[in-house]
Nanobody, 116 residues
Framework: EVQFVESGGGLVQPGGSLRLSCSAS????????MAWYRRFSGQARELVAS????????TYIDSVKGRFTISRDNAKKVLYLEMNNLKGDDTAVYYC?????????WGQGTQVTVSS
């Protein structure tokens, strides 16, 4: 059974940092490009960042470039998202999944709230 367990979210002040983790199981993690997504309240999920199977190639949406860093540990089957200089607009629930049109069942996500 494929499972994603996201963690590391929380309440942080503007300008603060968080490191999200996604523990994956039930599939060959290291053979797939992976991504972080987020969903603002009442809206559809959007792709935030993606990373190739080897970790050698990454992409980001413009609003997080220079602030977020995606990485992965294939041996541990864990995906990371380092988030710095957080802004109120980053408040959302963050999820991980495959970086493709075909996705596995979503995990519960981890809530990130940026507020003073």
């Amino acid at each position: 059974e494929v499972q994603f367990v996201e963690s590391g979210g929380g309440l942080v002040q503007p300008g603060g940092s968080l490191r999200l983790s996604c523990s994956a199981s039930g599939f060959s993690f290291g053979t797939y490009d992976m991504a972080w997504y987020r969903r603002f309240s009442g809206q559809a999920r959007e792709l935030v960042a993606s990373i190739s199977r080897s970790g050698g190639s990454t992409t980001y949406i413009d609003s997080v470039k220079g602030r977020f860093t995606i990485s992965r540990d294939n041996a541990k089957k864990v995906l990371y998202l380092e988030m710095n200089n957080l802004k109120g607009d980053d408040t959302a629930v963050y999820y991980c999944n495959r970086a493709s049109a075909v996705k596995y069942l979503w995990g519960q996500g981890t809530q990130v709230t940026v507020s003073s």
